[in-house]
């Protein structure tokens, strides 16, 4: 595997389910981000993680909850979740926060709650 | 807080032509980034350009390039001799320092054999 990889692809979950999404990098990146991609709205960044820590998190609810055991692998754990939920999640990594830095983006999951 | 605006939702281009997609961007910071992403459709969003602002020279990758107005805070993205593959959602992106990424609603560009 190169690059950005996310699993599953696709998941569709009830409102009362547990599920989790699993980010993987293989480059050997500091940083790690989530995004959601709502139809009709910009990208909005969700949480970072700088060296496994947790720099940022944008007003998140918390049935939205990352989880970064080792700068390779990210996870977002989801739970009681609502359909204004549903939207492609996108994981992200790049070498280090500053600007510079490309960031590579994986194929994303895509989540519908019904 | 920084904004960024692409107010083109679609666009279409002939095969072989030029297109020109927009952006404008709203900040009190001189020193930043700005990036365009490319995502086609069901495949993973990749960088196509990026400009630093405190460089005066407008970035170029290839068929891509962009004109960077700092004063007039704005940044286009020039497609020439546009392909079949370049078909995909645009995004104009904004970074300063070590803060998130702030991302535009994204262009729909269709190119038309």
């Known amino acids: 595997e190169t690059g950005v990889t996310q699993t599953p692809r696709h998941l569709v979950m009830g409102m009362t389910n547990k599920k989790s999404l699993k980010c993987e990098q293989h480059l050997g990146h500091n940083a790690m981000y989530w995004y959601k991609q709502s139809a009709k709205k910009p990208l909005e960044l969700m949480f970072v993680y700088s060296l496994e820590e947790r720099v940022e998190n944008n007003s998140v609810p918390s049935r939205f909850s990352p989880e970064c055991p080792n700068s390779s692998h990210l996870f977002l754990h989801l739970h009681t979740l609502q359909p204004e939920d549903s939207a492609l999640y996108l994981c992200?990594?790049?070498?280090?926060?500053?600007?510079?830095?490309?960031?590579?983006f994986g194929p994303g999951t895509r989540l519908t709650v019904t | 807080a920084q904004t960024v605006t692409q107010s083109q939702p679609e666009m279409s281009v002939q095969e072989a032509e030029t297109v020109t997609l927009s952006c404008t961007y709203d900040t009190s910071e001189s020193d930043y980034y700005l990036f365009w992403y490319k995502q086609p459709p069901s495949r993973q969003m990749i960088l196509v350009i990026r400009?630093?602002?405190?460089?005066?020279q407008n970035a170029t990758e290839n068929r891509f390039s962009v004109n960077f107005q700092k004063a007039a805070k704005s940044f286009s993205l020039k497609i020439s001799d546009s392909q079949l593959g370049d078909a995909a959602m645009y995004f104009c992106?904004?970074?300063?320092?070590?803060?998130?990424?702030?991302f535009g609603q994204g262009t729909r560009l269709t190119i038309n054999p």
């Open positions: 992200a990594s790049s070498q280090d926060r500053q600007g510079w830095y490309e960031q590579y």
């Open positions: 400009q630093e602002a405190y460089k005066q």
């Open positions: 992106a904004y970074m300063r320092g070590a803060q998130k990424l702030v």
